[in-house]
């Protein structure tokens, strides 16, 4: 659904994608979670060792969640969880280590997190690849680890979020306004272009929020996806420095990018808007700013179908352990 209940009627314009834009919808605006801490809560964050993951689990930290770092590279993380604990001693910070792009990697932390309510999930772990690389199931790094990954964990951690009455973000990205979800068109080897598959992924997130919303298999959870805006990321520095070269001055801190994931964490007032909303800067917006990216009719199904299909094997054997 585009649109919503707290009020942003039009896609937002490119300006307001800035450190600008980010300055005029907040002046004088408090932190949340100086307003509402987050003790006795778990959150978890994937790709949480620079950038807006580090950003997103350092407020939340701070807040007082229980926060967990999840991330490809341990000794990554576990300096995050240092930088985080300098800065805030008594925060609880854990640390895992998964591969978003790995099923197998994924099940092995579904297993290890079986028995923890979880909060909040943030997916927010995502990568540019130049050039055409796969998972160990074969399917493209950027889908694998940006949409199948995070439906997987979701998946296995589903009871887990439903004792929690829990929430799920997922960390878009403008170049989704570029790009039509066509799951006849998952990128391939042949004319790889490695901005381009990421904009499907990120296009793919914001179908899939939406899709889990209205899946009753997971019923009492909240979905959401959310754009950050144009902010100063060490993968926008190595995966479009083109882009980045124009950018640089006018782009977002990478706690500016988090903010708003921030406010969907702890704020109630997401319970007003419509399961499987699309946020900007706090409010609704509308998932599409141009009619030709919109999905063909199916495209949620096929999608649900298509993450289960190709993560089939590491769900049964979770479920069966379980």
């Known amino acids: 659904m585009d649109g919503g209940a707290t ?30 801490r987050g003790e006795g809560r778990v959150a978890l964050v994937t790709g949480a060792n620079s950038g807006i993951g580090f950003a997103t689990a350092s407020a939340l930290a701070t807040g007082g969640y229980t926060t967990w770092l999840l991330c490809r590279n341990r000794g990554r993380a576990e300096e995050a969880r240092a930088r985080i604990l300098a800065n805030a001693p008594d925060a609880r910070v854990e640390v895992a280590e998964v591969d978003m792009s790995s099923f197998d990697s994924i099940s092995r932390l579904g297993s290890r997190l079986s028995g923890t309510n979880v909060d909040v999930l943030v997916h927010n772990a995502g990568a ?5 690389e796969t998972n160990e199931a074969g399917l493209e790094s950027t889908f694998a680890t940006s949409v199948v990954g995070p439906y997987l964990l979701t998946a296995l951690l589903a009871r887990n ?14 170049g989704a306004y570029l790009a039509k979800l066509d799951l006849t068109k998952v990128p391939t080897a042949l004319g790889y272009d490695g901005v381009k598959a990421y904009a499907f992924a990120k296009r793919g997130q914001i179908v899939l929020a939406e899709a889990l919303s209205a899946d009753p298999r997971f019923r009492g959870i909240r979905f959401c996806s959310m754009h950050p805006g144009w902010v100063d990321t060490p993968a926008l520095v190595d995966g479009m420095p083109g882009f980045y070269a124009i950018t640089r001055k006018a782009l977002r801190t990478p706690a500016q990018g988090a903010d708003t994931i921030v406010f969907l964490a702890a704020s109630d007032e997401i ?13 609704v917006a509308n998932k599409h700013a141009v009619p030709w990216t919109r999905e063909p009719p199916g495209t949620q199904e096929q999608l649900i179908r298509l993450c289960e299909r190709l993560s089939h094997r590491a769900v049964a054997a979770e479920r069966r352990e379980g």
Do not use: C
């Open 128 to 132: 540019i690849y130049k050039t055409y």
């Open 7 to 36: 009020g942003m009627s039009a896609w937002p314009r490119p300006w307001s994608f800035t450190r600008w834009g980010f300055d005029k919808v907040t002046q004088g605006r408090p932190p949340l979670l100086a307003q509402k």
């Open 161 to 174: 979020l439903e004792r929690a009455n829990g929430r799920v973000i997922f960390v878009a990205s403008g």
């Open 271 to 283: 319970a007003t808007a419509p399961n499987g909303s699309f946020w900007f800067d706090r409010h």
